[in-house]
């Protein structure tokens, strides 16, 4: 067998495993990996300027195509406790990435040495595993475990720690011969699909919702073909935004605290029972399960165990994969239809299209500052059908939620359950760094734009042409808003008076970004005027492209708006005008029994 360096046989097996692309930055501990990757040549390495940041992009990138695995490097020490946001966004959304740090040579471990911290510890409360290879020759074998425990099961991260003598060392591996692991993902049976649409047609008002388990089973034209199948209309959850387009005739809305349509929470209310498919039944999207559960039965198909029970117990579980479980509906459900055995829900799908096309929300407003509703409805005009929205959190995230529109999967990129600030520059740089043909837009508010501002300069570097929605109030417009409930406005002003600003309309705005984005070998364009958004937007496409660098689109908004959220599904606070399409207005509504 050949002779190599450990850490050679780590790149060989990365080849073989499909990885063509890493995000990192190098240090003297992971200097062996990346002379081994320097000699190979079949890895491209993009430089991040943070560690966290590199994290970020490989999830972007994971999650931007299916099957793909987004790789990060970093050395010792502090590049691994910087990687720890972003295993935790990965594990917490159920996104495999791998992470690679070095480590300290293995007689130093435990004696303080420099820059040596018990990384795979620190790691494993977020990470499927989390290992310090401790020998040479289980390198390549480690290595295929982690793609195997990435993508069998409830897909999730995996951190792998190299010492520094590890990757040193020379080890007998005959890569010729190696073959992946075969993935483990467990299947539901027939008897318990017939089961679960047996109930699904016992019910008058059934909902499917759908959750990001469909996506990254890549499933979403099977859930299309159930609904259709069926007539039985789809609630996406945020992380599962996209799997039906929203034009869909079955498309009925989001539900949920924040990220949620009128339409769709009314029609959650409405319904006498829920199938849920890839779904977590996260406290966002659900509120108080006593308002959220009551007078509904539920079935839940999932591929973690122990989902199933986790926040609610449902009627009927069943543990499966997404695309397992769904084409055995879809074989099922042809079966019944030509038996004649599957109910008419035409009536049901009427009343959910009637509130989808009636109970909307006030986008068009002319105010000067800007009023944020209305740069949800220019993005909606200027772009298209597979657009890529990329997004983590903040007020500027749950009004795209609200009022953008999305038609097909993974075209909707967002950290749902960690939500860290920054986390939108470096993952729409790693999903474009997957495609960069494909048309992908950030939406940011100004703390999350500056938490990682520096890897816009990676976008100049590597020629990723990505649109940025800078949206700017100046504010931690969500965290202002959640302290009305304490009566204050406390610590969360990002308004200074920059002495190097002479427009007195942007002077107490704070930070410059265009300047800042400039100076990072970028393009800006500063919004002022609500009718000149769109031009704004159709230009930066242009620059984009012209360029191949980020284009930052930074609107000024006025600094106080509350957007639509509540305590409950049935009880969502709308701040500002709705747009209640019903001739009789939200009596209307009532009297059509839409509200019931």
């Avoid at 499909?18 to 992971?30: C, E, K, R, S």
């Avoid at 049976?189 to 679960?196: H, T």
Wanted: proline share 5%.
């Amino acid at each position: 067998m050949a002779k190599m360096k450990a850490a050679m046989a780590a790149v060989l097996v990365m080849e073989k495993e499909g990885i063509t692309t890493a995000f990192g930055v190098p240090g003297a501990a992971i200097n062996p990996l990346y002379a081994q990757l320097r000699e190979r040549q079949s890895i491209t390495h993009i430089l991040a300027r943070h560690v966290e940041g590199a994290s970020h992009m490989a999830e972007g990138y994971t999650r931007a195509k299916a099957g793909n695995i987004g790789v990060c490097i970093g050395t010792s020490g502090p590049a691994g406790t910087d990687m720890i946001t972003g295993l935790y966004s990965a594990s917490a959304d159920s996104i495999p990435i791998l992470c690679i740090t070095g480590q300290a040579p293995r007689a130093r471990l435990y004696k303080e040495d420099f820059q040596a911290v018990d990384i795979e510890t620190i790691s494993k409360p977020v990470t499927k595993m989390s290992v310090t290879v401790r020998e040479p020759g289980l390198v390549p074998r480690v290595f295929q475990q982690a793609f195997h425990v990435m993508r069998s099961g409830r897909p999730g991260p995996v951190l792998i720690d190299l010492p520094i003598d590890v990757q040193l060392a020379e080890i007998e591996f005959d890569i010729d011969t190696y073959e992946p692991l075969p993935v483990y993902k467990p299947a539901a049976s027939r008897k318990q699909i017939a089961k679960a649409l047996d109930m699904l047609m016992s019910a008058k008002k059934p909902l499917i919702v759908a959750g990001g388990g469909i996506i990254n089973a890549d499933a979403d034209a099977l859930l299309v073909e159930f609904a259709e199948l069926t007539g039985i209309p789809v609630i996406p959850t945020l992380m599962g935004w996209g799997t039906i387009p929203d034009d869909h005739p079955l498309m009925a809305g989001m539900v949920g605290l924040q990220t949620s349509h009128r339409y769709g929470n009314a029609t959650l209310l409405a319904s006498d029972l829920v199938l849920g498919i890839g779904n977590r039944w996260a406290n966002r999207h659900t509120g108080s399960i006593d308002v959220y559960c009551k007078d509904r039965k539920f079935i839940h198909v999932d591929i973690e165990p122990t989902q199933i029970g986790r926040v609610f117990n449902p009627d009927y579980g069943i543990v499966s994969d997404a695309k397992a479980a769904l084409e055995l509906f879809v074989e099922v459900a042809k079966e019944w239809k030509a038996k004649g055995k599957l109910s008419n829900y035409s009536e049901w799908v009427e009343r959910c299209q009637e509130r989808k096309s009636l109970m909307l929300r006030k986008t068009n407003f002319d105010n000067v500052p800007i009023k944020p509703q209305r740069v949800y409805q220019e993005m909606n005009s200027v772009f298209g059908r597979d657009t890529v929205y990329v997004s983590t959190i903040g007020l500027s995230q749950i009004a795209g939620g609200q009022f953008l529109h999305v038609y097909g999967a993974r075209q909707w990129i967002n950290c749902g359950q960690a939500g860290p600030l920054g986390w939108t520059i470096p993952a729409a740089l790693g999903a474009l760094a997957s495609d960069t043909t494909k048309t992908v837009v950030g939406l940011a508010g100004d703390y999350d734009f500056q938490f990682l501002i520096e890897e816009l300069a990676v976008g100049a570097q590597f020629n990723l042409p990505l649109v940025m929605v800078l949206v700017n109030n100046s504010y931690l417009g969500l965290i202002r808003q959640a302290q009305r409930g304490f009566e204050m406005d406390y610590c969360v002003q990002l308004a200074f008076d920059n002495i190097n600003v002479d427009d007195q309309n942007l002077k107490g705005y704070g930070v410059d970004h265009v300047q800042v984005v400039e100076g990072l070998g970028c393009k800006a364009i500063r919004v002022s005027d609500p009718n000149k958004i769109n031009a704004a937007l159709i230009e930066a496409q242009k620059m984009a492209k012209e360029h191949r660098v980020p284009v930052v689109v930074e609107i000024i908004l006025e600094k106080i708006t509350n957007i639509a959220m509540g305590t409950e599904i049935n009880n969502v606070n709308e701040f500002e005008d709705i747009d209640c399409r019903h001739p009789a207005g939200t009596e209307g509504l009532v009297a059509a029994g839409l509200l019931e």
